[in-house]
């Protein structure tokens, strides 16, 4: 991977487009300042919610509070009011500077404060905003808590395993359950995160078609995280998702054998949450997942090839099979697979490498086995 934190891509879709930025070091700030001043805006609305490094969000604010009236919004005191960017003749801009929460909106200026963030909502396309800029600090994210960054590797695991699976090998040597990657490295992510969606949404912009893969395994997360809720980490809801997803496929017979080993490999590497956490409620669990599996699954035949039928790339997925794929989850354990991490949230694994390098979990051996077990074994 390229060694540098300056990074410059356009995302096109549509009339729509999104100009990502990604720099290193304290001089860069400047550059943000000039591009908000860009916007000739007459005031700006700075939408939070609560879960960047308190200085980030008040650097910002004072860059845009010296170009014109600043007003905060904090997205868990509510929804942003429908009214608070509009101001008769005046030129409100929206800069969003937080976690997935915040990103997740239409503005103006995105400031993704994390990896998840940055390698997904934030270089979306958000309607009604026709152009956007994403400005990310590569430096700022190599410095979170590592429990931060593993969970927004889940999100780079989920564009390699539905989009780009050649960048298979180079992410498995990668990742490491310490999950301390330094600033180049995660710049190089999210470039190929930016890449997999510019590939996809250029043709899709509505994301209804082959673009559906950039959302691979998130409906059965959400759903995941609504009845399991506080007892799961950061990102592993996502990684849940995205093992239930394959074990679905498995389920349905429409996934070669590697697939879903695939998946857990990957996830494993990252320290991630491979088998769901004790006390939680099946039943409860599986009837939140129904609505999901009855609007339709998006499912891998193989990584990188979604499962289409008919036409469709939305799978409907019944209750029996959900329920299969859950109670699987719970088996892995018993078949010797690792059930979550192996480093606490904010700590590297003992003897892990340095930052950027992919540390002794690399030595691992076959990244996917020269003889995989059977759909049903993993």
């Known amino acids: 991977m390229q060694r540098t934190v300056r990074l410059d891509r356009r995302i096109q879709a549509g009339a729509a ?88 909106l239409p503005a103006d200026v995105r400031v993704p404060t994390d990896l998840a963030a940055a390698c997904g909502p934030a270089p979306a396309l958000h309607g009604p905003v026709p152009a956007a800029l994403v400005w990310v600090r590569a430096d700022l994210l190599a410095a979170r808590p590592a429990g931060v960054t593993r969970a927004g590797m889940v999100e780079v695991v989920r564009h390699v395993l539905a989009v780009c699976p050649a960048q298979y090998p180079m992410l498995a040597a990668l990742l490491h359950p310490g999950a301390r990657y330094d600033a180049p490295t995660l710049t190089a992510l999210i470039a190929l995160c930016a890449d997999a969606r510019a590939a996809l949404v250029c043709f899709d912009p509505d994301e209804t078609g082959p673009a559906l893969a950039l959302g691979y395994g998130r409906s059965l997360a959400d759903a995941l995280r609504a ?79 979604p499962y289409c039928a008919d036409g469709r790339l939305l799978t409907p997925v019944d209750g029996a099979v959900l329920r299969a794929a859950v109670e699987g989850l719970g088996d892995l354990a018993s078949a010797g697979v690792p059930r979550s991490r192996t480093a606490g949230p904010d700590e590297a694994a003992p003897g892990s490498a340095r930052p950027g390098s992919a540390g002794p979990e690399t030595a691992r051996a076959p990244v ?7 759909p049903g074994a993993w």
Not at 240 to 257: N, Q
Not at 262 to 289: F, I, K, Q, W
Not at 368 to 374: D, N, R, S
Request: proline fraction near 7%; aromatic fraction near 2%.
């Open 227 to 305: 009845v399991a809720g506080p007892v799961l980490a950061p990102g592993d809801a996502e990684a849940l998702g995205l093992l239930l997803a394959a074990r679905v496929a498995a389920r349905l017979g429409v996934a070669a054998g590697a697939t879903g080993w695939a998946h857990r490999e990957l996830l494993a590497r990252n320290g991630s949450a491979t088998t769901l956490p004790g006390g939680v409620d099946l039943d409860r669990l599986v009837a939140g997942l129904a609505a999901t599996g009855r609007a339709g699954l998006l499912l891998l035949a193989e990584p990188g090839r």
């Open 17 to 104: 487009q999104v100009l990502l930025a990604v720099r290193g070091g304290e001089p860069s700030w400047a550059e943000l300042g000039a591009r908000l001043g860009a916007l000739d805006a007459d005031r700006f609305v700075l939408v939070t919610d609560g879960t960047a490094p308190a200085d980030q969000p008040a650097h910002v604010r004072a860059l845009a509070a010296a170009l014109a009236p600043t007003a905060v919004h904090d997205l868990r005191d509510g929804p942003l009011p429908a009214g608070a960017t509009s101001g008769g003749s005046a030129r409100t801009a929206v800069v969003a500077v937080g976690g997935e929460r915040a990103c997740g």
């Open 368 to 374: 996917v086995p020269a003889a995989c077990p059977a």
